[in-house]
């Protein structure tokens, strides 16, 4: 079962910058995603790459959220900029669709 270990979150102002990256135990040839969830919220897809590199992005994101992967390290990143309080959220990575399991997350809070 592939583990996944997320990190680079914290706190951070409004119009901040934070990189985000995950670890997986096995290969992340696959269609890859970045999720988040807020408190009281659904889980949500925010970014994705696919196997062969195209990129999609959610409208929230779209031009200030940047996904990328290093195939060879097993490792994703989402890099995020001009941040706002409603990026508030606990972030995951997980393939598209998701693998059974998660892994812990990373918090990112961002203050107005």
């Known amino acids: 079962q592939v583990q996944l270990m997320e990190s680079g979150g914290g706190l951070v102002q409004a119009g901040g910058s934070l990189r985000l990256s995950c670890v997986a135990s096995?290969?992340?040839?696959?269609?890859m995603g970045w999720y988040r969830q807020a408190p009281g919220n659904q889980r949500e897809l925010v970014a994705g790459?696919?196997?062969?590199?195209?990129?999609t992005y959610a409208d929230s994101v779209k031009g200030r959220f940047t996904i990328s992967r290093d195939i060879a390290k097993k490792m994703v990143f989402l890099q995020m900029n001009s941040l706002k309080p409603d990026d508030t959220a606990v972030y995951y990575c997980n393939a598209r669709p998701p693998w059974g399991n998660w892994g812990q997350g990373t918090q990112v809070t961002v203050s107005s």
């Open positions: 790459i696919g196997r062969f590199g195209t990129t």
């Open positions: 096995e290969s992340i040839f696959h269609d």
